[in-house]
């Protein structure tokens, strides 16, 4: 067990009229659904579909931060799980980087307990790879796999000692765990704060270069094989990184990769505006590793989208550029995001971004797969793909609000979610 949220009854409901898209399940038509006490009983063929309005098996983020300990002025368990119903979602991962580190059972075992108290939407926790995220020693991954951590990471921060990764490799095996990798290469890196590239040349910042990503992937890519172990690696930005993950798989090293919606959608050029909200780690790179990320997407390279919802408060983020926090939210507006800007202009499939956005990652971390068909405990999102909204401050669950999207408007929205047999979000 995984993944925790709170109990309590499970809901009986019907969605009729909709067309229900299971892409990895190959469903395709218009279903009257019903689902009773949690469970969906029925798929009954309808005479059509109301326009516009979608059925698909419910996303899975694998990289959310949750704040929790330390900045519950930032995000909570409660906060967080429900800008995760309000985005569709019926599992999250959450990441260790908090105060203090998810690196021992009792930090893991308290989140545990928020969970099973305030979480709407079911949340795993990813425990650290390294104590402190300190990078020179690893903690007890057995142990704590035992008490329930999701997977393992040392997110925020790269483990840089290649051979603290080997033994990462080793004991994640023992634990059962998946590791998932932040890729940076700190020397590399350096105070960058932005892509290196014209754009950073021109503005006078500090360049954060592709190679500092794509080299420690190789790395650890050739430490997986040496290995014979699994790896994720998290928020892939560059040509350089995509071309390496798609190498290693090609040469049968068990790799999955995830990409965040801002990769997918924006480029360095949106820095020029200096607008803190579109600061994060890694930066967002040129329009040619952006086509590159949506090729990975595109063959499967890359088989997950995460939000890598990164939460800052306020007063952090409205300070000058060079000196604002790395990290955007993303729980809320993935799906529209990418509808809008890659799926209603003809970039991408609808199909193919709800394979990534749930079948993908859940695969990817061994969770389960949310599937539509009778028998199957429901985790659904409704979509309304001609709704149309503007993202504010005022309306947004989280609580924080650092969005690149604040006062965009855009299509498609989430009506209605049903994660693990209850109604968590209906608008
Ligand atoms: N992505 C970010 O820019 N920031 C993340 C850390 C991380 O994902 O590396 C955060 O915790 O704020
Ligand atoms: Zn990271
Ligand atoms: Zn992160």
Request: hydrophobic share 45%.
């Amino acid at each position: 067990m995984t993944l925790f949220c709170r109990g309590g009854a499970r809901d009986t409901l019907r969605i009729e009229g909709a067309r229900v898209l299971d892409p990895a399940g190959g469903v395709d038509g218009a279903f009257d659904v019903a689902i009773e006490h949690g469970r969906i009983t029925r798929l009954e063929p309808a005479a059509e579909a109301a326009r516009g309005l979608v059925l698909a098996p419910a996303f899975v983020d694998p990289h959310v931060h949750l704040r929790t300990p330390g900045r519950e002025d930032e995000e909570t368990v409660a906060s967080g799980t429900a800008a995760a119903a309000a985005g569709g979602y019926c599992a999250i991962l959450a990441m260790p980087n908090t105060d203090p580190v998810v690196d021992c059972a009792s930090v893991l075992g308290a989140l545990i307990e928020a969970a099973r108290a305030e979480a709407v939407v079911p949340t795993g926790f990813v425990a650290a790879i390294s104590r402190g995220l300190r990078g020179d020693q690893l903690t007890e991954m057995a142990e704590l796999a035992a008490l329930g951590a999701a997977g393992f990471s040392d997110d925020g921060k790269p483990v840089v000692s290649a051979g603290l990764m080997r033994r990462a490799l080793q004991y994640s095996a023992v634990a059962g765990r998946p590791l998932a990798l932040h890729e940076e290469e700190p020397t590399l890196s350096r105070d960058g704060q932005m892509h290196e590239g014209a754009v950073s040349a021109e503005l006078g910042l500090a360049g954060w270069p592709s190679v500092a990503e794509s080299t420690m992937i190789e790395r650890d890519c050739a430490l997986a094989a040496y290995e014979q172990r699994s790896l994720h690696i998290m928020h892939v930005s560059a040509r350089e990184s995509v071309a390496a993950v798609r190498a290693a798989q090609a040469r049968g090293v068990a790799v999955t990769a995830e990409a965040t919606p801002h990769h997918l959608c924006l480029t360095d050029d949106a820095v020029r505006t200096l607008d803190t909200n579109v600061k994060m780690n890694p930066p967002l790179r040129s329009e040619d590793d952006r086509q590159a990320l949506l090729d990975g997407l595109r063959d499967g390279t890359i088989a997950c989208v995460a939000t890598d919802h990164a939460p800052h408060a306020r007063h952090e983020k409205d300070v000058p550029f060079e000196e604002a926090p790395f990290g955007v939210i993303g729980l809320e507006t993935a799906f529209s995001a990418l509808y809008t800007f890659l799926v209603e202009p003809g970039v991408l499939p609808l199909e193919l971004v709800l394979e990534r956005m749930s079948a993908g990652p859940a695969q990817a971390f061994g969770l389960p797969l949310p599937r539509i068909a009778e028998g199957e405990v429901a985790n659904v999102v409704l979509l309304d793909l001609e709704a149309r909204w503007t993202v504010s401050e005022e309306e947004t669950r989280s609580r924080s609000v650092n969005s690149w999207l604040l006062g965009r408007t855009l299509r498609g929205a989430v009506v209605k979610t049903v994660a693990d047999g209850r109604v968590v979000f209906a608008a």
